[in-house]
Structures are given as C-alpha cells and as structure tokens.
C-alpha cells in the first residue's frame, strides 16, 4: 500500500514540468535618456513603480554614518511648499504608498500609485524626490526616532549579533558598522550633512528603474523625465571593495538573555563567477532555508536544538561571502555550533545525486513563483538590473541550476566551503563554549 | 519562519480591508460539511492551497496550553502513508513552499506551487486531516523545537514578554489570556496523548475550510476537492464552540512590567472592546476607522498632537483587533522622548482622548481615511494570497462570505456620530489595562536612564 502511493506520487514528479516564468519586459529609454524596464500588465488599475539608487549607506562620509539613512527617512518630512504635516496629508488624499528606505548599497523608493490620479501622484514623489525641506523641526523628530531605534538595538541580541559580526568581519569598511549610525554619529549630524547625502546618494549616474502596471511605454517615459530629470547628474564616489576578515572559531559577546543568537560566515562567490550557480545549488542543499536543507534537518528536525537555521550567499556590491544564522537555548547552543561545523565539513565531500536532483526541481519550481504581482515583479526587475542582468536571464535561469552537476558542486565545494575559516559569532549567555 | 504562529492582535497590523463581490470568488459546501471557497486569479500559473480549521489556542483545555501550535508542528510527522517530513519534501520537490500557522480562533495549513500541482497537494491535505500518526520519538524532539520558539519569540524579547502578561491581565476568564505558543511550564510537558485529543477533537472536514487561490476553476477545485476531501466522514461529536465568556469587568489594571533588556520604555493602554459580529459589523467598522483617526498614521490625532505640537513622543500609535471569535481589544501606546516620564506620556495620552471625545471626528481627515480604505482594495488586488488569508480568518471567526464582502460597504458607510458612540461605549477604563514596560525599578528613571 505505502510503496503503490509513494510511486504514484513520483510519476506525478516526473511527468509535471516545471512552469516558466512568463514576463514580458520592455526595456525603454526616455526621450531624457532615463533607462527603465516595464512589465505592462493592465489587470488592476495601479502602478508599482521601483527607484533604486546604488550606493546607500556606503556613501555616507567620513565622520557622518547615519547620513544616509536619516536623510532617506526625511524625504517625506517635508518638500517645496508642503511641511512634514501637510505633505502626509496629501499623500492620505491620493491614496498613494511610498517607501522610502536605505541599505548599505541601495536608497531605494517604492512607490504604489492609481491610475485615476496617476499625475498628481507623481507630482507629489517628485516634490519629495527633488525639492526634500530638511526642516531643522522634522529633523529633529526623525532623529529621536532613529536614536530611540538605536538604544533599542543596544539591548537586542539579533542586533549585537549582526553588528558583531560586520565589525569583526569588515572592520572599517562601511559594511564593518550600522548603515543606520551610531548614538553619537547621529547625534551629531547637521542639516548640511544632510543635504550633502541626498546630494551625494540620490543621483542619476547610479538609478535603476523598474516599473509594472497599468501604464504604457509612453506614458512611463514621459512620467520618469518629470519625475527624475531634476536630480544631479553624479553623486559620491564609491567605497572600495572591502577586504574581509574571517579569523575562524567563535567570538562570544556576553548577554543576558536566554537563548544564544548566533551568526556565522565565511567567504562566497560573485554571481559573475562560473561557478556562482553551483554554489547557489550547494548553499541551498547545505542551509537554504527550506526544511529540507541537511542543517534544518540535523539541527532542528532530529536534534530538536533551534526553531531555525539558514545560510545565503550575500552578493554584496563590494563583498561577496557566505553567511548564516542560528538561535539556541544558553545551554543547547554549543551542540548547535558544533553540529554547524561537522556539517560545513561533510558538505566538502559533495552531495548525493538525489539531493542534487530534489534541489534543482524545488529551485527550479519555485523561481516562478516569484513572478506573482506587480508588487514583487518590480522588485524583481530592478534587482536583475543592479546585478547587471539582462531580460532573457528570467528565461535563461533555470537552465543554469539544471546544467549543475556532481562535479560541479563537488569542485566548488572544495575550492570554496572552508570549516577553519568559517567564523561565528554568538550572543547570549552560552554554556560550555570555548570562544578562540 | 516556518511552522509559526500568528500573535493574532499584533498591535500594528492593521488590515480592515475586505475583498468586494467582483473577486472572482466562488463559494460551496462539500456533503460533508466542509466549506471551500475560490478565489480566481489568472495572472501567474502559481495556486495556494489552504485548510483551516475552526479551532486555535482558545479551543484548548485547561492545562494544556500551546496544543494547537504543537499539533501544527507535528502534523508535518508521518501519516499512515508518509513518512515524517515526507510532506515538506514532496512539497519542495514540487517547487513549491508549504508551511502552517495558529492563532486563538484558528489553525492554518497551506502550500504555494504551481498550478497543475494542485491535486498532490489535495491528496496530501487530506491525508494528514485523519491519518496522523505519531511516535514518542516525534514528540520528544518537536517539543524542543517549539520551546527554542517560544525562546525566540518571547523569551528573548522583553516587548512580547510584557504584551504575554497584558493579555493574561485583560482577560478575566476567557482563553485569550493564555498566549497562543502557551506557558512554558505547561508546554514543557505536553504530551502525545495530549496531542491526539486535541486532533481528534477537531480536525475534521466539518469543522474545515478549504480556501483554494490562484490560476484555478471553481468547477476544477470541486471535482478535487469532492475526490479528495469529499470522501472523509463528518465528526458527528464535533463539540459546539461556546467558550468562556468574560464577565464584566469591573476593576481598572494597571501592570509594570521591568526588564533590564528595555532600553526604550512605552506605556500601552487596552481596552476590552467587541469584535465583527455576522450581519452586525458597524460597531466593529467604526472602531477601525477610530483606531485610524487616532493612531493610523502622520496625521493621526495622537501623532499630531503629540510628537508635532508637544513633541513629548518619538511615536504613538492605535490598533483593533477587528477580527476575532470573541471579545477583542483595542489598543493606544505612547512612546516618550528621553526626558519624558511614563506617567507624563500617559497623562498626555488620556488628554488626547478626553480632547476628541469633546472635539469629535474631522470630517476632512474622515474622508480621507475612507478614500484610502477604498483605495487598499485596489492594491490588495496584487496578492491573491492575503485575499485568501482574509476569508480564512473570517470564516473561522464566525463571519461569513457575505460578511466579508460587505465590509468595504460598510467601513464606508460609518458617519462621524457611529465613532463616536462607538469611542463613547470603548473608553471606560474599568475595562482597561495600563501597562508600563520600563527597565529600572523607579518609574521615574526609566527616562533618565534613556537619556544618558
């Protein structure tokens, strides 16, 4: 009885290919020589529209960390006629949605606008866009909000844990701190710095520009030349690609709280790497975040020692590693580690043939699935073109995680996947942890 | 994360926005009870399937608490023809992402693959609605694995430990004071026998929903769902759901909650309040448009007059838990600027509330709540899934289809006067609970310290 059902159910596998993502999108230049990519879709009478700024945080000046994200959190506190009050209130009247946010690499806005009122909208996220007031009075409010985040991180081992880790890993290189500042840089900023990092982060020489909805070519270029003409022409210099420091073993940093929060990582591979989809491939086997990755099933569904661990591979523009995280009880957290570092060695020696396989069908399956709204396909698109993509790779993609084989995954495991370097970072009150 | 609870009052989430008739949703009953509704959405080969179940924490027993949650983990162990884990396996291999949730009033199961998927996934569902089977072994580990979640979500966070013991403060009598991932102490000790009586109890197709989302037919997902669910039995002893019901409450709360982890202190105020009733929502649609008013946003009464014209608060903020089998809360927090005591913020928040209730609604600020509400209809639109999510919560709530179609209507047809007979009936503070989460032992420090 269970082995009829169990080969119904694998027929069923085989048979049923994987669907393809099926997006049409436009590449289009504005008559102003803003590049974009749209996927016209006219279903729902809306527009998602992404703006990404490369840069971020990154950019912020020597002496000013915080910069970046504070003026990023001042765009709609304020712009042309409007103050903070008055410009929240005319966004509520258009029923329009904009996000405004900063990372370390990116400022970006994302945008959710009616057709109905389409103009005014924009007219409105080009006031915050080009003409922000940085009033002394929103800028004071916004950094109590940043500082109350701030002290808030302080006591939050999740937060010690990442910024542990970024300063161990990445030392004075911006990714070696908070994009987000600390107490007493953003304690110290002025209005000038301010100005100076809309100026130096927001510029049209680093903008990417995704657009899905109901909107058409011509309607969109016109939009964007309205929207973005206005912004300078270049902005700050880039950091330099950081050099990165993984000593091995673990660095505990005593808390009391009672779970241990642990991150670790060592060093990946850029996506232009002819190996990067076999690492992708191994990363997912390893510790991708489904529940059949070998570390969800040794540390969790066997040994009961976590809610979660996971591992990713961060493709970052000025640093590329391999990283992950783990919480465990104070007293569990040590045998946690220790099943993490058995595992990192194991996965030296490759993967089976059904892991590959059963990988390569979810990867495949699930890309897709991604392409499921104007929302998430915007997204979709300004990434691919950050990571200096073209269109066909959403067709092209899933033949790459097919083409990797057991070589693959075993030469890039060897050539890649380092136990003694692998580094870890651990927050809490742990037991029986020997730190190196 | 997987396998994870929803804190179903989550004081910011605010989604009182309901799917109107011209959805594409399709609703119809299985002979054996179960209901099923689909929601058409053509625009991706990509489906969602959900089962909900009519029971979450609030169903339990006594001395059992977290069951519900625990049962969902374990319904990802064997059945008589899967192996345990074989589930999420085959899911996965199917390139697709299934995982389970509980709150108070329900417990959900769900999978996202593509389309022509969907009869494994039937298949499956079913399976493990009657089949279950489960070791000792399975429970010694999954036990651990949902004390390290209670770790990572409560223990660790000072926040949710203080909202733990709010809610146990605000109910008298009702299961709602029992969080929903349960007291440690009880779960410690959560067995296998525990497990399968609450299984027993209520997973069956009578006391399911099916919701099925996506690029899918109504007449398709019957003939599945007829094959597979159709076939299972009714539970003739399904128990009624009639609940604990609070008594009146009589004494205003008040609860300090100290931790040395707070590193910002905030004030919080709930007020025992009613839910959305079926064929009876205007009590609840006015008390969302006044969580709106007065801590929806920028231009929220609380926001304008405190962090804009006393600039005391770094924010504040209003949320109501529309959505909920039986009594909810309605809930104001305040957090104060370094130099600004608990007992200052408080006051000032209690003046914002005594200056609206003399004052009344802003027409202007009415109208451009509801322009909004109409708007986020649109925008929900773009994701079938939470549209699924909304139907789900509702119907196990004790709304129906039609229930959640009128809402919109009804969130726009609420006048000035409905809000604030509304206000009028909430604010009373023998209802209330004022919580205090602070770091120090002096409640006065608690600013200073911040402001070092």
């Known amino acids: 009885m269970i082995r009829i059902i169990c080969t119904t159910w694998a027929l069923l596998l085989t048979l049923a290919l994987p669907v393809r993502a099926e997006v049409k999108i436009q590449e289009i230049t504005t008559p102003g020589g803003i590049n974009a990519w749209l996927v016209e879709d006219h279903t729902i009478p809306f527009t998602a529209l992404e703006l990404r700024f490369r840069g971020g945080g990154s950019l ?123 107490i007493e840089s953003v304690t110290a900023l002025t209005r000038d710095d301010i100005v100076a990092a809309h100026q130096g982060t927001m510029a049209r020489d680093r903008l990417y520009v995704g657009a899905v909805g109901d909107i058409s070519a011509k309607e969109l270029g016109a939009l964007l030349d309205d929207l973005l003409l206005d912004l300078p022409e270049t902005g700050a210099d880039f950091p330099p690609v950081a050099a990165m420091n993984f000593p091995g073993g673990v660095k505990v940093v005593e808390f009391d709280t009672p779970q241990s929060v642990v991150v670790f990582g060592q060093e990946g591979i850029d996506m232009t790497d002819p190996d990067f989809f076999a690492a992708y491939v191994l990363n997912q086997i390893l510790g991708g975040g489904s529940f059949e990755s070998r570390l969800m099933q040794e540390v969790r569904e066997k040994r009961g020692l976590t809610y979660g661990v996971y591992t990713y591979l961060a493709d970052r523009d000025l640093a590329d590693f391999w990283a992950g995280s783990v919480a465990s009880g104070n007293e569990t957290v040590t045998e946690a580690i220790e099943v993490i570092r058995a595992e990192w060695q194991r996965a030296r020696a490759g993967v089976t043939q059904a892991e590959l396989d059963d990988a390569k069908t979810y990867m495949t399956g699930a890309y897709p699935l991604r392409f499921d709204g104007n929302g998430p396909i915007a997204n979709i698109i300004v990434g691919m073109q950050m990571m200096g993509l073209t269109p066909d790779y959403v067709s092209n993609r899933n033949t790459m995680i097919e083409a990797v084989t057991m070589d693959d995954i075993f030469r890039v495991a060897q050539r890649l996947l380092d136990p003694a370097a692998l580094s870890f970072v651990v927050v809490g009150k742990p037991q029986g942890l020997d730190p190196t | 994360m997987a396998r994870l609870f929803a804190l179903a009052v989550a004081l910011l989430s605010f989604s009182p926005m309901a799917a109107r008739a011209d959805d594409a949703v399709t609703d119809f009953t299985l002979d054996n009870g179960m209901q099923v509704v689909v929601i058409e959405d053509h625009r991706a080969p990509v489906v969602v399937q959900m089962v909900w179940y009519r029971s979450g924490s609030a169903d339990e027993t006594p001395g059992v608490s977290g069951v519900a949650h625990f049962l969902e983990h374990l319904l990802f162990k064997g059945t008589d023809t899967l192996e345990p884990g074989e589930f999420s396996a085959t899911v996965a291999r199917n390139g697709g992402a299934d995982n389970a949730f509980t709150s108070y009033d329900y417990t959900a199961y769900y999978q996202r693959v593509a389309a022509d998927r969907l009869e494994l996934m039937m298949r499956m569902e079913s399976d493990r609605m009657v089949n279950l089977r489960l070791s000792e072994d399975d429970i010694a580990t999954e036990r651990n694995v949902i004390l390290e979640e209670r770790n990572q979500r409560v223990e660790n966070n000072p926040s949710a430990l203080f909202r733990e013991q709010k809610d146990a403060v605000q109910y008298l009598n009702h299961r709602y004071g029992v969080p929903i991932i349960g007291w440690r102490h009880e779960m410690e000790s959560l067995s296998l026998k525990d497990a399968l009586s609450y299984y027993g109890t209520y997973y069956s197709p009578n006391n399911a929903i099916l919701i099925v989302a996506g690029d899918v037919t109504p007449e398709g ?138 004052n009344g609604v802003d027409q202007q600020q009415l109208d451009r709540i509801k322009m909004q509400l109409k708007a986020s209809q649109i925008y929900a639109r773009d994701d079938v899934e939470s549209i699924a999510n909304r139907y789900g919560r509702a119907l196990t709530q004790g709304l129906t289809v039609a229930d959640v179609q009128a809402w919109p209507e009804v969130l726009q047809s609420i006048s000035a006067d409905q809000i604030m007979a509304a206000a009028q009936a909430l604010f009373n503070r023998d209802r209330s609970v004022t919580g205090w989460l602070m770091s120090d032992a002096s409640p006065d420090a608690a600013a200073k310290e911040v402001s070092q």
């Not at chain 2, 009589?250 to 839910?275: C, G, H, K």
């Not at chain 2, 005591?341 to 005594?354: G, P, S």
């Open chain 1, 60 to 182: 912020d000046a020597a002496g000013k960390r915080g910069a970046t994200n504070l003026m990023v959190g001042l765009l709609e506190e304020g712009a042309a006629d409007m103050d903070a009050r008055a410009f929240a209130t005319r966004t509520e009247e258009l029923a329009a949605s904009f996000v405004y946010s900063s990372g370390d690499d990116t400022v970006a806005i994302s945008a959710k606008f009616l057709t109905e009122n389409r103009d005014a909208a924009m007219t409105h996220l080009r006031a915050s866009l080009i003409e922000p007031r940085f009033d002394q009075d929103a800028l004071e409010r916004v950094r109590a909000q940043v500082l109350s985040g701030l002290r808030q991180d302080l006591t939050d081992p999740q937060a010690i844990a990442s910024r542990s880790f970024d300063s161990l890993v990445f030392g004075t290189h911006p990714y070696g701190s908070s994009q987000d500042g600390t």
């Open chain 2, 221 to 358: 997902v019957k003939t599945l769902a007829e094959k597979y669910y159709g076939v299972i039995p009714a539970n003739p002893d399904l128990p009624e759901r009639n609940r604990a019901v609070e008594p009146p409450q009589t004494a205003e709360r008040r609860m300090i909650y100290r931790d040395p982890r707070v590193a910002q202190p905030w004030v919080s105020r709930s007020y025992l309040a009613p839910e959305r009733d079926s064929g009876a929502q205007e009590d609840a649609a006015a008390l969302v448009l006044l969580a709106e008013i007065l801590g929806g946003g920028q231009t929220s009464l609380l926001n304008e007059r405190l962090q804009f014209d006393r600039e005391m608060v770094v924010y504040a903020g209003a949320g109501y838990g529309a959505g909920s089998l039986d009594d909810t809360t309605f809930d104001l927090y305040v957090v104060p600027k370094p130099g600004v005591t608990l007992q200052q913020a408080e006051d000032a928040l209690d003046e914002v509330i005594a200056e609206f209730m003399e």
